[in-house]
């Protein structure tokens, strides 16, 4: 398929985010149960239900513009993925491990924000209903508030 709308280019992103999410979902919870403290833990299996809500989010949005629910893979999300089975199957010692999950965590946040970022943009353009850019919004704040924890949870093993 051959974009050449924006409207087409929203579509496109709009599967491509609601694929991640759905990842999302596995990678969260491969990254808690490979991870070697309860805190790294904590901050993937906290955000499990902001997750869901977004997933939620997501499907009401294609509601709202009559559009069919399907997903589209992305490459990055497959290498990401990807990066994560390697991790998995590599990493031994606990606190390698723990900061490997965390920076797979702050890759995901950072693409998933950068995903919606290119959405909220579109759906501007596109003088798309307020509701859609609110979803779009909120689910961009979780994703922003998810990297934060795993930003401080660095800082705080920089100054131990």
């Known amino acids: 398929m051959s974009i050449s709308t924006r409207r087409e280019m929203f579509e496109r992103e709009l599967q491509k985010l609601y694929h991640a999410e759905i990842?999302?979902?596995d990678l969260h919870s491969d990254l808690a149960a490979a991870?070697?403290?309860d805190e790294v833990r904590a901050i993937f299996d906290g955000h499990e239900a902001d997750t869901v809500e977004q997933i939620d989010r997501i499907e009401a949005?294609?509601?709202?513009?009559?559009?069919?629910l399907?997903?589209?893979?992305?490459?990055?999300?497959?290498?990401?993925l990807a990066e994560k089975d390697e991790f998995v199957a590599e990493v031994a010692d606990g606190d390698l491990r723990d900061l490997d999950a965390i920076s797979i965590g702050m890759i995901n946040e950072r693409l998933e924000i950068t995903l919606l970022d290119r959405l909220v943009m579109l759906a501007d353009e596109l003088d798309l209903p307020n509701s859609i850019v609110e979803y779009l919004e909120a689910n961009r704040d979780e994703a922003q508030t998810a990297l934060g924890r795993m930003q401080q949870f660095l800082e705080e093993r920089r100054s131990r």
């Open 61 to 68: 949005m294609f509601e709202l513009l009559g559009l069919e």
């Open 35 to 37: 991870a070697a403290s």
């Open 23 to 25: 990842e999302i979902l």
């Open 70 to 80: 399907r997903e589209r893979g992305s490459p990055i999300m497959e290498g990401l």
